[in-house]
């Protein structure tokens, strides 16, 4: 099953929404266990600490525009050793992971309007003894407004000790 985000626009004549409502849609589809909790955040680089917290994505993974360094959605965060897992897709197919260098078009995703640079949201889902459980990141358009869940709803295995 391919993976393709299904984008929300604004109608013609109506504000597109805004950062915060775009925060409510990423918290709101990522699931929580029974004493569980959701933690929701706009995706910021630590690396360059870029003011305007633009990424560019491909193959499953967010770049930063100002320092080129990746988020890592599918290998779990910047810090792979501090967050060591693997994603199992909850119904819907999580996007394309980056098996080698190189990117094609296609590899990258665009809005309806074809921008390709975005506001990065992420909600973790953790059960009540702290474990991350699941998570889903979602992709604002700069330009437009529009978004889409990018990883929605994904459950978090816990990734072999290498």
């Not at 266990?33 to 633009?54: H, I, K, L, N, S």
């Not at 193959?59 to 501090?82: N, Q, R, S, Y």
């Not at 590899?107 to 390709?116: N, Q």
């Given at each position: 099953?391919?993976?393709?985000?299904?984008?929300?626009?604004?109608?013609?004549?109506?504000?597109?929404?805004?950062?915060?409502?775009?925060?409510?849609?990423?918290?709101?589809?990522?699931?929580?266990?029974?004493?569980?909790?959701?933690?929701?955040?706009t995706?910021?680089?630590?690396?360059c600490g870029?003011?305007?917290?633009?990424?560019?994505?491909?193959?499953?993974?967010?770049?930063?525009?100002?320092?080129?360094i990746?988020?890592?959605?599918?290998?779990?965060?910047?810090?792979?050793?501090?967050?060591?897992?693997?994603?199992?897709p909850?119904?819907?197919?999580?996007?394309?992971?980056?098996?080698?260098?190189?990117?094609?078009?296609?590899?990258?995703?665009?809005?309806?309007?074809?921008?390709?640079?975005?506001?990065?949201?992420?909600?973790l889902?953790?059960?009540?003894?702290?474990a991350?459980?699941?998570?889903?990141?979602?992709?604002?358009?700069?330009?437009?407004?529009?978004?889409?869940?990018?990883?929605?709803?994904?459950?978090?295995?816990?990734?072999?000790?290498?």
């Amino acid at each position: 099953m391919d993976h393709a985000p299904v984008w929300t626009c604004a109608a013609d004549g109506e504000p597109s929404p805004g950062p915060e409502d775009f925060l409510r849609r990423v918290r709101s589809a990522v699931r929580t266990e029974p004493g569980g909790y959701v933690a929701a955040r706009t995706a910021r680089c630590g690396m360059c600490g870029a003011d305007e917290d633009e990424f560019e994505v491909a193959k499953g993974e967010c770049f930063c525009v100002g320092c080129c360094i990746p988020l890592g959605i599918t290998d779990g965060g910047v810090h792979p050793a501090a967050y060591p897992w693997r994603l199992e897709p909850s119904g819907v197919p999580l996007p394309p992971a980056s098996p080698g260098r190189g990117f094609e078009a296609s590899d990258l995703p665009r809005c309806p309007a074809g921008h390709d640079v975005f506001h990065v949201a992420v909600a973790l889902a953790f059960a009540a003894d702290g474990a991350v459980r699941g998570i889903t990141v979602g992709l604002r358009c700069l330009e437009d407004g529009a978004s889409c869940l990018y990883v929605e709803d994904a459950r978090v295995v816990a990734a072999p000790a290498v």
